[in-house]
C-alpha cells in the first residue's frame, strides 16, 4: 500500500529489500517521542507478520540510505531482529525530503498538538510554503492549521502542559484569547489546581476580555480522600495520562481515562488487555 504522500513521486521510486545497517535516521525527523510499548507491540506484529507497509527512503550513498517516512516501522524492526527491511527508494533533495517527511508524519495523527504546530511551522518556514498551499498539502482547512500554529504564542509552559497533557486542545484554545501572557500563566495555574473544565476556562476568559479584570478562583472542588489522590496519581503514572475521578455526595462516581488520539485509545487497551490476560 502506498500512502498519500508517496503517491506523486511513484515514478522516481523502486522497492527493495534494504539492509537495517545501511539505513540511518531521518534529520528532518518532526516526531520527538517514540512510546517504548507502542514499539515493542509493533516488534512482536512485525515479527509475527512482517512489516504491511513499507518504508520509504532516500539514497544518499552507494550503501547508505535515510528514511524519508517510517521511522516507527524501522526501529521496531531492529527491535525484532530483522537484518532487512522492505522500503520504496527514492530520490529526493533536502527540501523536498523535509516535506515529505513532515507531511507523512502529520497525516498519520499520532503527534502532540504542539509538534503539530512545530511541523507546520516548519513547512511555512523552510519549505516556503503558505497557509493556503500547507491547507492542501495535509488536507485540513486552513482555520485548523492557523488554530495550531496560534498554540506556539503560548508561554512555553502551557506549551509543555498540552505535551504532557495536563490540559486540553480545549484549555489551549480559550487561552490562546488571552491577550496578556502573565494571565495566561494566571488561569493555567488554576486549570491545575482547581481542575476547571473547558467551559469553565472560556466563562473567565470572556469575563477578563469583557472587564480586564482577572475573575475570581471559582470554590474549589470537594476533596478526595487522601487514598483517592494516591490512587489517581498512580492511575496516572499507570496510563500515562491525566487520569480522573468524579465522585458525588453518595459516594458514587466514575474513573475517567482520557486519550489524545487514535493511537494513545489503542495504547490504553492494549494496557487493559495485558491486565486482562
Known amino acids: 500500500m502506498i500512502d498519500d504522500a508517496d503517491k506523486g513521486q511513484e515514478s522516481s521510486s523502486a522497492i527493495s529489500e534494504i539492509a537495517i545497517e545501511d ?28 512489516i504491511i507497509q513499507p518504508i520509504t527512503l532516500r539514497k544518499v550513498d552507494d550503501h547508505k540510505y535515510q528514511i524519508i517516512a517510517g ?43 504542539i509538534e503539530i504546530a512545530l511541523s507546520y511551522q516548519r513547512l511555512i518556514d523552510e519549505c516556503k510554503l503558505t497557509q493556503e498551499n500547507l491547507s492542501d498539502r495535509v488536507g485540513k482547512k486552513r ?33 490562546i484569547n488571552v491577550k496578556n501572557p502573565e494571565d495566561q500563566l494566571s488561569i493555567y ?36 480522600p487522601e487514598e483517592y489522590g494516591e490512587l489517581k496519581e498512580h492511575l496516572s503514572r499507570f496510563f500515562e495520562t491525566k487520569v480522573d475521578f468524579t465522585l458525588n455526595d453518595k459516594g458514587n462516581g466514575k474513573i475517567v ?12 487497551i492494549g494496557i487493559l488487555d495485558k491486565l486482562n490476560g
Not at 481542575?195 to 478562583?217: C, F, H, T, W
Open 257 to 268: 481515562i482520557p486519550f489524545g488520539s487514535s493511537t494513545d485509545l489503542e495504547r490504553i
Open 189 to 224: 495555574e488554576e486549570i491545575l489546581r482547581h481542575d476547571y473544565s473547558v467551559r469553565k476556562v472560556e466563562d473567565m476568559v470572556r469575563q477578563l476580555n469583557g472587564s480586564g479584570i482577572k475573575p475570581k478562583a471559582a470554590t474549589p472542588k470537594k476533596k478526595y
Open 143 to 175: 482555520s485548523t492549521i492557523s488554530n495550531y500554529l496560534r498554540l506556539l504564542r503560548l508561554p512555553a509552559a502551557i506549551q509543555k502542559g498540552i505535551v504532557d497533557k495536563t490540559i486540553s486542545m480545549g484549555h489551549a484554545r480559550a487561552l
Open 23 to 50: 539505513i540511518e535516521a531521518n534529520p528532518f525527523q518532526p516526531r520527538t517521542k517514540f512510546d517504548d510499548d507502542a514499539l515493542q507491540e509493533l516488534a512482536a506484529s512485525i515479527k509475527e507478520i512482517g
Open 71 to 113: 521511522e516507527r516501522r524501522f526501529r521496531a524492526s531492529k527491535i525484532a531482529g530483522l537484518k532487512t527491511v522492505t522500503a520504496y527508494v527514492r530520490t529526493a533533495e533536502d527540501e523536498g525530503m523535509l516535506e515529505m517527511a513532515l507531511v507523512e508524519n502529520i497525516q498519520r495523527e499520532d503527534l502532540d498538538a
